[in-house]
């Protein structure tokens, strides 16, 4: 591990013991003096509480539910820490609140719980659900995962995310529209090679397909080689892991049997998700693709393969997670804009429509500045990103019938943009007035 | 109906195919209950096994066939069940079709055959045996309109 992230890692334990953690709750309307806690409290919160009795669904009018998400964790698999359990997995919960508030408007809290089985952390999910407008699933072990997605998708009438899965999903299929655009092939006509067969590259494979790629032309990999519906381990994997078994059914029309080195032959698209590396993927595998290929290395912090060796065997758009190379595939140009467009509408579920679209706008957004082989996805600096992203999403909510409140496109980006720079304001405002310390210099 | 499947009894030279699509049957089943967890050399059994069951009288070895390729097997026997009427049985021991295979009523018309060609040896009851554990085939089978028989309880005693 490198003296840098050593040096990171010191300095987030320091200043997190000196802020005492990183979040806070605070009122967001006034107070005063203590009679107005009449109005905020008994006998007047009353009234409140007996409107919201009579139509639950004022609750998002009345409360802060609407704009409240819970992020859901067991800590069964936290960054490439594993299974440390949920109050270690606490401060990265908290660190997602925040860029949830910072770059979507949106407040989140976090929630880690001590659950024993998938079904026990459902059932608290379920249970909790009435006090939010939304939830984030994170850092869930998988298959487990799938279920939780899968299962509180269709229980719940409030938006589901696992960002694991559908935010690097999004934000690598956004990537991979304009890649194809730069090197002017389709996504519906490429072979793409998806290394890894977690969370993200099952989410991936399962939006891919659903916005166009064909199943057939898709090999996946993981540990054991490449899926395919005669690998040995199928009927083990049809009770154990049915999102893989059934994504080994639909996939690798050919039946390439064997890792990445024969899979990748000819391939126009590789995407990785798997250990971080590098020499996870060699310069001979990029060699063997097709003409103009196109290589997403995602994992953190060290990618699979690095970038310029990518390139120097042949690849002509290369991506990783990295922001300190161009083209980074980051889950936070999706998740937090997704969020405050589904919330400003009340949208009911996040169906793979609305994930395909937030992906496509941030593909347009690129796209109006000008792609290329180093530009194929916004930085996470450009800010309007956001409120576009969320505006597109909302929209696309409202179009499949999934909205409770339908407002126009202007309405909701110029709330998009409130809400965003209303919270990154009052950040400003807190630190200015020494109500959050400046960072102590050492 | 006019499809590309066949079914058809087994030959001597589907043996290869057949050893693999039965070692997987004996595998999922180990997946079920650890109590049938395979043994090291089970291809090997697994092949004596179907040797002699493909050349035998007693045994109905059938297959379903895709564009010439094996992606499934049932193997059932005519028994004589002694002390109950009817006495003579016939026993479904192992059925497995391939993943890619499955949900597509082929499971259905491979037991029909089986039903047809047993009761022609003279079988006036069908019996299926699978793992308890494993629920799928037992509803498959309450589909057809199979109920639950005889239980077999087993414990360690190593």
Known sequence: MSEKTEEYYRTAVSLSSFYGGKIQVVPKVPIRSLDDFSIWYTPGVAGVSNAIAKDPDKSFELTSRWNTIAIITNGTRVLGLGNIGPEAALPVMEGKAMIFKYLGGVDAFPLVVRAKTKEELADVAERVSPAFGGINLEDIAQPDCFYLLDRLRETLDIPVWHDDQLGTAAATLAGLVNALKVVGKRLSDVKIVMLGAGAANIAGARLLIAAGADPKKIILIDSKGTLHPEREDMDKLQLVHPWKYELALKTNGERVAGGLDEAIVGADVLIAASTPGPGVVRKEHVRRMSDNAIVFAEANPVPEIWPWEAKEAGARVVATGRSDFPNQINNSLVFPAVFRGTLDVRAKKIVDEMVIEAALELARFAEERGISEDYIIPTMEEWEVYPRVATAVALKAIELGLARLKLSRDEIRERAYRMIKKSRDTLDVLVRNNLINPIPVK | ?158
Do not use: H
């Open chain 2, 1 to 158: 109906m006019v499809d590309s499947f066949t079914i058809r009894r087994a030959r001597k030279d589907d043996l290869e195919r057949l050893v693999d699509l039965v070692s997987r049957l004996k595998r999922l089943n180990g997946e079920f209950d650890s109590l049938l967890t395979p043994t090291e050399d089970l291809e090997r059994e697994v092949s004596k096994y179907l040797e002699s069951a493909i050349s035998s009288d007693d045994y109905v070895v059938l297959v379903v066939e895709d564009g010439g390729k094996v992606e499934g097997v049932l193997i059932a026997k005519v028994v004589d069940r002694c002390f109950y009427k009817p006495r003579m049985v016939g026993q479904i021991s192992d059925f497995y079709i391939m993943p890619e295979y499955r949900r597509r009523g082929l499971g259905y018309r491979m037991v029909e055959e089986a039903e047809r060609i047993l009761r022609s040896k003279g079988a006036e009851m069908i019996f299926a045996e699978f793992p308890t554990k494993n629920v799928i085939a037992e509803g498959f089978y309450r589909n057809l309109g199979f109920r639950e028989i005889t239980g077999i309880f087993a414990k360690e005693v190593k």
